[in-house]
């Protein structure tokens, strides 16, 4: 009995972070879409961006840090010098916020999960949050 | 017209031209830098002075074979390095200015530099050249600078005039700048304190926008300009504006995106108006083009059909970013006169494989583009074929002749300057 219901409960596990895994990797699908449309030809499909223009999204903070700070970051916009890394980038980031909650969080999805990086997945929920807040 | 034709037909085959150089035998291998291997044209060769001193923006030489360096950002506490060459390198002797920028430029005994929003100059001693406690004296101050087309590139007449170009902070003038689908304002506001050049005294001191002249307007943004001292003219190299695809995909796809609009060579005409951001240059139409953000169909004219027209129209996307006209007797006779261009390299061809990252040269006859132009030294990128900017060893910025004739190419990626020769 007890046996039993160890099975049930590693299987439900694993059902659940195979479910985690297979939603992590159509929202990075769907991302790498939004990417090519709308962000690709500034920051390269590579993700390492135009120097002194365009910052890279490659391993840095801005990117791998703080969801909260990213999704601000991509529906305000950026204008101003930034410092990435070491190196300097100027140029304006237009606003995204004309894209949908889905593709935001998929797109933002897509650079923690690419170009080298490794950060958690951004929700829908978690972009309707924070969207709330920004004005 | 004609000349503009010239190089159309040029381009529509360098287009066609995958790779330009697969089918060109008659260039040489010269040469290696630290890292690459310059391709020339035959009798030239290229040697590396210096291997990278810093992000090297434009270059000048004195009489005295002195090299003076603008850095991008300011390296102990200065921007301006000096550099004299012995034994076939180039070692820095002197560094001064705490500002950085791009714009240098030497003239009647002073030395010209700027930084993203001043232009100050310097008295060369009586051993010609700087010392290095002395202060600037500042000659124009204020200039607008939010940090895109922020550098000030200038160039001086022989009747005691500087020219600085004040790019526009700016794509096209959108509502929201870079914004897709974003509508242009009519009339432009930025247009009343930057996208053109403007003229100011020499030797006056601390210049504003009101002690100044708008010299010409409609022009996004120049990196690269030169007085041509043969025609008392002003050229200069506008980079085109970025992104008709990404902003208005229904009209232009990626593929013409990538080529359009024109890198423009301007003969700059006191109170010319060369268009933006209202128009662009289609090499392919020979004409300037209203921009979609003005209603523009990627056809029709409008309101650009009495703008003034670039005297020579090259490749979209390039970024020139030096413009000299050579008037050396080191280089063959069809070089005198003529103007050397250094490209950048682009980026708004993504995702198609970049390209520029080479220095051109174009003949001139009589003050005019006279054929079609050669790439004059390749190779910059240290690759056949890239697809991000960041993967180009080097980037050409400034070009700068020497007393001998010899011809400086800097790079701002890692701050190599080349010297090219020429012997028979």
């Given amino acids: ?135 | 017209m004609k000349q503009i034709l010239t190089g159309l037909l040029f381009m529509t085959s360098f287009l066609i031209t995958k790779n330009i150089h697969a089918t060109d035998t008659t260039k040489v291998k010269s040469a290696p830098a630290d890292d690459v291997t310059l391709v020339l044209q035959p009798g030239f060769s290229a040697s590396v002075i210096n291997e990278g001193v810093g992000k090297n923006r434009h270059i000048a030489v004195n009489a005295n074979g002195d090299i003076y360096v603008k850095l991008e950002r300011p390296q102990k506490g200065k921007g301006i390095l000096v550099l004299k060459e012995k034994s076939g390198k180039a070692e820095v002797v002197n560094r001064f200015g705490d500002f950085g920028g791009t714009g240098i430029a030497l003239k009647n005994g002073y030395l010209y530099a700027s930084s993203n929003s001043d232009v100050y100059r310097f008295k060369l001693n009586a051993n010609n050249a700087v010392d290095p406690s002395q202060k600037p004296e500042k000659i124009i101050t204020g200039l607008v600078n939010k940090g895109q087309h922020e550098s000030k590139s200038l160039t001086l007449d022989n009747e005691g005039n500087i020219y600085v170009n004040i790019g526009a902070p700016s794509n096209s003038c959108q509502v929201d700048d870079r914004q897709p689908g974003s509508l242009g304002r009519t009339p432009c506001p930025i247009l009343d304190s930057a996208g053109g050049i403007w003229q100011f005294k020499a030797d006056k001191l601390n210049q504003t926008y009101k002690d100044g002249t708008r010299y010409a307007t409609g022009i996004r943004n120049v990196v690269g300009l030169d007085w041509n001292n043969t025609t008392n003219q002003l050229f200069a190299m506008q980079h085109g504006r970025d992104g008709l695809f990404q902003m208005f995909p229904k009209l232009y796809n990626a593929e013409q995106s990538a080529e359009l609009p024109a890198e423009e060579l301007l003969q700059v005409k006191k109170g010319g108006d060369y268009g933006w951001p209202y128009c662009y240059y289609d090499p392919g139409q020979s004409k300037k083009i209203l921009a979609p953000e003005y209603g523009g169909d990627a056809k029709q004219q409008g309101r650009c059909e009495g703008v003034d027209t670039p005297v020579y129209a090259f490749p979209g996307h390039w970024g020139p970013n030096a413009l000299l006209f050579y008037t050396g007797d080191q280089f063959p006779e069809k070089y005198k006169n003529g103007a050397f261009i250094a490209f950048h390299g682009s980026w708004n061809r993504a995702p198609l494989p970049q390209k520029g990252y080479n220095v051109v040269f174009l003949p001139f006859k009589d003050g005019k583009p006279s054929g079609k132009y050669e790439v004059f030294a390749d190779g910059f990128m240290g690759a056949n074929e890239i697809k991000s900017p960041g993967d180009a060893k080097h980037r050409p910025c400034g070009l700068a002749q020497g007393p001998d004739g010899s011809l400086y190419v800097s790079d701002d990626e890692k701050g190599t300057i080349w010297k090219i020769t020429y012997k028979q």
């Avoid at chain 1, 490659?58 to 204008?79: A, H």
Wanted: with cysteine; glycine share 8%.
């Fill in chain 1, 1 to 135: 009995m007890i046996g039993a219901m160890m099975t049930a409960l590693v299987a439900s596990s694993f059902n659940k972070r195979d479910q985690d895994q297979g939603d992590l990797k159509a929202s990075i699908e769907r991302g790498s879409k939004v990417y090519e449309t709308y962000c690709l030809s500034c920051h390269m499909q590579d993700g390492s961006g135009v120097p002194g223009m365009n910052p890279p999204l490659k391993k840095t903070k801005w990117v791998e840090g703080p969801k909260k700070v990213l999704t601000n970051l991509l529906l305000k916009g950026l204008t101003g010098e930034i410092e990435v890394n070491g190196d300097y980038y100027d140029n304006v980031m237009p606003s995204q916020a004309y894209l949908k909650d889905q593709e935001l969080a998929d797109v933002m999805t897509f650079i923690r999960n690419s170009f080298g990086n490794k950060a958690s997945r951004v929700s829908v929920s978690e972009v309707i949050k924070w969207r709330a807040t920004v004005k």
